[in-house]
Each structure stands twice: as structure tokens, then as C-alpha cells.
């Protein structure tokens, strides 16, 4: 009957025999999806795999020498390669403890009843929804040394953030910090509001401290929320690209992604390149792989 | 909560209140800046002390809108005579500047850039909303073998940095000659956003009952028939939920347009820092260029409240 054909595919059934079969229309409406991807993110990345092991670059008409291993190599023996990945895995970590800490802070805040509290919440995640380019570029305003009001409401006279190079990096992860804390509220919120009450209460009739109560009954519930936040944030900031490069210019804060776009569209070693972006590609995969479990695992729940 | 709260309860709860306005307002001032910059005369931008209370203006907006040549000298007062109102108003803010060449006063590069904004972004929604849906219930209703891994797949394009699809992508498209066009990034957004539109909506779909369907198939309608007379209705909210998270990320997307376009195609996130060349940049003009690029998102964001932890966890958690 009907009820069994929803799921098992059978073709013999009544309901399935009307019209298109069951595994044609799956076909039909997975297959173009598929076909889509491979077409315009598998292919290329196929196109640059080759590419990697040429010394081929796109400004010149000469055509690609094939050179074997000798960028991948030449690539993980730079320091000045592993000093951008090194600025990168500062900045991530800068960056993501800023937002766990502020974000959670506030989720901890928020969880309780407030006046206004859809209103505030949709109002706190507003950054997270704009454009980092162009929101990070007025930052620069606010950075000013000059005239930006940061300096103004700090007192700090004419600091410098974006021109100072120990400065730069922590600007950028403070603007981002500013953009992406409203993702982990909005998931540790969610998280918290899950705890069931009759824990709390459970643990108020048996004395135990805020302390204990925040490492034995919050904490825990909420950890797997707050790992997926953290993974993803983690993930997007060993990406970064936007805002650094758009806020300055300094050597300090020339995080992976740049210095990619710089060999391959400022300098042109397109080979090279390739075999850089092939090194960054690994290292994202290897985080989405550890992301899709948590999500699965939550999901599940 | 316990009916009865002690003391120090409720005095916890007022702090923690407190607190909460203080890290709300924190959270919005860069944002009310930006839309107070967009008001003001441009001696008012960059003062010191900050100006918080002026007399708001949309000369910014017109100069946001135009483009003229700076001269030194004030303009003559038969300038100011022949000039539409609109330019009045760029002429009364005390700036030395009029038509450019004494000729016409031309469009600025903005407008375009936000009707590029507005082609590729819709366009790319529509494709990525249109064939997610459609896959979304093909993962949602029918078993396959390896299905988890196909989604992981799926998943997996989405968490690409744009610099290392951007690299390959600019090669191929510079030899079929889709560089610097609206298709070349309606593709690349629509590749982007389609395994989010996947994801999310097969949350969606999960969520309509099965038993929808049977009963339309036991009353003769066709898989097909049933798809569009039972699911799609059903699945509306969420598809209008997804069309929203997938317009605004095409909406703000910087990096491949950075790469992909320079003129004819450029959207307004890689013009709008452009217009920061040397010298001192027209803070009230980069305010204003950035208050209307924003405001859509600001709207949408208000409109989507109630989906943003959903979307934001590609469907994983639900309210």
C-alpha cells in the first residue's frame, strides 16, 4: 500500500506506477543539484590540482612547465609561509576566545526573563548579518587615531590600531569579534533555554553552589551547542579574508587567505598558488569533517 | 523560574539586566554611526569630540549619487541659480565644489553597482532556492545508498575559502569569457549558496508529514503532483526563509567579486572600499553609500528573526 511506498521504493506499487517512477523523480531532482557542484567546485578544483605542479602563471602567454612536487615542497620549506600561517592561527585564536566568551557572557545574561527580550535579541544579532567588507571598512572611521570615536570613548588620545603592527591583528579580531559574537549568543542561548529547569531547581534543594551548578548541570548540556559554534567560527576565521584585508595593510596581518590572493592575483604565480590553495583546502576539510559529526550528533538529539 | 525569588535574586536579575542594555547598545553604536554619518555635513563627520546632535542632512546622499569635479573657488552665483535643487543642497554644505567641467553632473558609479548588487544576488537566489528545494526532498523522502556521505559532499562545497575556488574559476572564466559579468558570479553564488538552500530545506521538508503525501497518492495524484500541490505550499515558510539567508549572503559577498569583476559587473561590496582611494575620504558619503547597502539586510534580518538559528546551523537546531 501507499503507506510502504513512501520510503521503499517499490515499483510495483499502485501509487508509484501513476506518472514518473519514485527513482526517476529522485534522480531527476538530486542528479542536477550533483552534476552543478562537480561542475563548478570538483572541476575546478581538478583544473587547479594540475596547475599545482606547473610553474604556470596566468599574467604570461608561456605555457606551464610541469615541475612536479617542486611548489608543494618549496611552499612547506618557506618560513614566510609558516609565518602567515602562524598570524592566521593567532588571529583564530584571538578571535574565536573573544566570541565564545563574549557571546556565552551574554547568552549567560540573556537567559532570564527581560523586558524586550525578542526585540534586544534580534537587535544584538544585527552585525552578524551585514556585509564584513563594507561594515569593516567604516570600522576604519571608528579606528581613526585622530577622530574615531574608539579613541574618544576609551580616552586613549591618538592610538594607533590599524597603522600599529602589534595592534593591527587584535583591531581586525575585535571587529570581528564585534560582527560574530551574536552567533555564539544565538547558539548557546538556544543551548541554555534547553536546560530543564527541574536540574536547577533539583540542585537548589541540594545547596550546591553557582560554581557547581554552572560545571556539573550548565556547562554540559550546553557544550555540544557550543562546540558546533566554535568549530564554525573557527573554521570561518582560518578563512578570513575580507576584513583584514580591507582594514589594512601590514605584514602582521597578512592571515593565509591573503597571502594566497596576493601570489595569485598581485604576483601571479598561479602554479604556486594552486598548490598553496591545495595546502588550505586540506586543512578546511579536515575541520568541516570534525563540523558535519557535531552537527549530525546534535542533530540527532 | 520559582514564583518566589529571594532578595538577592532579584537584585541579580536587575544587574544582569543592566548589563544586558549596556552590551546591547555597545553592540548597536558602530551601526548607529554609521546611519548618523550618513546624515551629516561632511565638517561635522570627523570632529572632536564626536558631533552627536546636528541638523540631519541628504546632501550626502546626492553626492552619493553624483559625481563632480572639486574646484577652489566657491561657485558663481549663476551656477547656483541654473543648479536643481539637489545640487543646492551639495553647494549650501559649504564645500568648494560644482559641475564638473562646467558640464553635466554625472551619475555616479554607485547606482549601477547596487543594481549589479540587486541582479546577481536575486538571480543567484532564485537558482540556488529553486534546485535546493527540489533536492532537499529527494534527500528528505526517498532512501539511497551512501546518502549521508553525498550530503557531507554537498556540505563540503559550502566550507570552501572563495580564494581557492576564486583561483581556478577566474582561469576558466577568463577562457569562455565570464569574467567581469553577471552570469560568471549568478554561477559562483548560486554554487555557494546551494548546498546551504539543501540543507536547510531538507530541515524543512523533514518536517511535513509524510502522511500529507500518502493521502494525496491514495486519492490518485501523481509524486509529482503531490510535490506541488502538498509539499511546496507546506514548505513555503521555510523556502522563504532560505530565499532571505541565501539573498543576503549573495547579497554580501566580497571576495569573489573582488576577484571576478572590475567594471561592467561589479557589485557594491568591492566598489564601496574603492571609493577610499589616497587623500581624505567624504566620510559622509562612504556612510551613506553604506546605510543603503545595509538597509535591506537590516529589514530582511528583522523579517527572518524567528529562523536565524536555524539557518545560521545549516537546519541542525530547531526552535
Redesign the interface.
Known amino acids: 500500500m501507499a503507506t510502504v511506498v513512501m520510503t521503499s521504493l517499490d515499483s510495483k506499487s499502485r501509487a508509484a506506477s501513476r506518472g514518473l517512477s519514485d527513482i526517476k523523480i529522485r534522480n531527476l531532482f538530486i542528479v542536477p543539484t550533483i552534476l552543478f557542484l562537480i561542475v563548478f567546485n570538483i572541476f575546478p578544483l581538478i583544473y587547479s590540482l594540475g596547475y599545482s605542479f606547473t610553474d604556470f602563471r596566468a599574467s604570461t602567454n608561456a605555457p606551464a612547465t610541469f615541475v612536479g612536487l617542486q611548489n608543494y615542497r618549496e611552499l612547506l620549506n618557506d618560513p614566510f609561509i609558516w609565518a602567515n600561517f602562524a598570524i592566521t592561527a593567532k588571529y583564530v585564536i584571538v578571535s574565536v576566545t573573544g566570541q565564545v566568551v563574549v557571546g556565552f557572557g551574554t547568552a549567560m545574561l540573556l537567559n532570564r526573563e527581560i523586558p524586550f527580550k525578542g526585540l534586544i535579541t534580534t537587535l544584538l544579532l544585527l552585525p552578524m548579518m551585514l556585509s564584513m567588507a563594507v561594515v569593516g571598512l567604516f570600522w576604519k572611521l571608528l579606528y581613526d587615531p585622530s577622530f574615531g570615536i574608539i579613541n574618544y570613548a576609551l580616552g586613549l588620545g591618538s592610538f594607533e590600531w590599524l597603522a600599529n603592527p602589534d595592534m593591527a591583528l587584535y583591531a581586525v579580531a575585535i571587529t570581528d569579534i564585534w560582527m560574530w559574537s551574536p552567533f555564539v549568543m544565538l547558539l548557546s542561548l538556544a543551548g541554555l533555554s534547553a536546560v530543564p529547569r527541574h536540574l536547577y531547581e533539583a540542585a537548589a534543594i541540594d545547596r550546591a553552589g553557582p560554581f557547581y551548578t554552572f560545571f556539573r548541570i550548565t556547562l554540559p548540556l550546553v557544550a555540544p551547542i557550543l562546540m558546533i559554534a566554535i568549530i564554525f567560527r573557527t573554521m570561518e576565521a582560518f578563512k578570513t579574508f575580507d576584513l583584514a584585508y580591507i582594514l589594512t595593510s601590514q605584514p602582521t596581518t597578512e592571515v593565509i587567505s591573503i597571502r594566497l590572493y596576493k601570489m595569485a592575483f598581485q604576483e601571479w604565480q598561479t602554479g604556486r598558488s594552486c598548490a598553496l590553495a591545495y595546502i588550505v583546502l586540506i586543512m578546511v576539510l579536515a575541520i568541516t569533517n570534525i563540523y558535519v559529526k557535531y552537527l549530525n550528533r546534535v542533530k540527532e538529539r | 523560574?520559582?514564583a518566589v525569588q529571594t532578595r538577592s535574586e532579584r537584585a541579580l536579575?536587575l544587574v544582569?539586566?543592566a548589563?544586558?542594555?549596556v552590551?546591547?547598545l555597545l553592540?548597536?553604536?558602530?551601526?548607529y554611526?554609521?546611519t548618523s554619518?550618513a546624515f551629516k555635513p561632511r565638517n561635522l563627520a570627523?570632529?572632536?569630540?564626536?558631533t552627536v546632535i546636528f541638523e540631519p542632512e541628504i546632501s550626502p546622499f546626492v553626492k552619493l549619487f553624483t559625481k563632480r569635479s572639486q574646484l577652489r573657488a566657491a561657485p558663481e552665483p549663476e551656477d547656483y541659480a541654473a543648479a536643481p535643487w539637489w545640487e543646492r543642497l551639495v553647494f549650501e554644505g559649504g564645500e568648494k565644489v560644482v559641475r564638473s567641467g562646467r558640464g553635466e553632473v554625472q551619475l555616479s558609479g554607485y547606482p549601477n553597482r547596487f543594481m549589479n548588487s540587486l541582479i546577481v544576488a536575486i538571480t543567484s537566489t532564485v537558482l540556488a532556492v529553486g534546485?535546493?528545494t527540489?533536492?532537499a526532498?529527494?534527500?528528505s523522502?526517498?532512501?539511497?545508498k551512501g546518502e549521508?556521505d553525498?550530503l557531507?559532499?554537498?556540505?563540503?562545497?559550502r566550507?570552501?575559502?572563495?580564494?581557492?575556488?576564486?583561483?581556478?574559476?577566474?582561469?576558466?572564466y577568463?577562457a569562455v569569457g565570464l569574467n567581469d559579468t553577471h552570469w560568471g558570479l549568478i554561477?559562483?553564488y548560486?554554487?555557494f549558496n546551494?548546498?546551504f538552500s539543501?540543507w536547510l530545506m531538507k530541515g524543512f521538508i523533514d518536517e511535513i508529514p509524510?502522511e500529507y503525501?500518502?493521502a494525496a497518492?491514495?486519492d490518485?495524484y501523481?509524486?509529482?503532483?503531490a510535490?506541488f500541490k502538498i509539499v511546496l505550499p507546506e514548505a513555503a515558510t521555510g523556502i522563504a526563509a532560505t530565499a532571505v539567508f541565501c539573498f543576503?549572503t549573495a547579497?554580501?559577498e566580497?571576495?569573489f567579486a573582488l576577484?571576478m569583476t572590475n567594471r561592467r559587473a561589479q557589485t557594491?561590496?568591492?566598489f564601496?572600499?574603492s571609493q577610499?582611494g589616497s587623500g581624505l575620504p567624504d566620510?559622509t558619503v562612504?556612510?551613506a553609500g553604506?546605510f543603503l547597502?545595509?538597509l535591506p539586510?537590516?529589514i530582511?534580518?528583522?523579517l527572518l528573526?524567528n529562523h536565524?538559528?536555524r539557518g545560521?546551523?545549516?537546519g541542525?537546531?530547531r526552535?
Do not use: D
Request: aromatic share 16%; glycine share 2%; proline share 8%.
Open positions: 523560574m520559582a536579575n544582569a539586566i548589563a544586558v542594555l552590551i546591547t553592540f548597536l553604536a558602530p551601526i554611526w554609521i554619518t570627523t570632529t572632536i569630540p564626536p534546485m535546493g527540489f533536492t526532498y529527494g534527500f523522502r526517498f532512501k539511497m549521508a553525498l557531507f559532499f554537498i556540505l563540503s562545497t566550507m570552501l575559502p572563495p580564494v581557492v575556488v576564486a583561483i581556478p574559476m577566474f582561469l576558466m577568463r554561477i559562483l548560486t554554487a546551494l548546498s539543501v509524510k503525501e500518502e497518492l491514495v490518485g501523481t509524486r509529482l503532483e510535490f543576503i547579497w554580501n566580497y571576495a576577484i557594491a561590496p568591492p564601496i572600499p577610499v566620510w562612504i556612510a553604506t547597502f545595509l539586510v537590516a530582511f534580518t528583522f528573526r536565524l538559528l545560521m546551523s545549516f541542525a537546531i526552535k
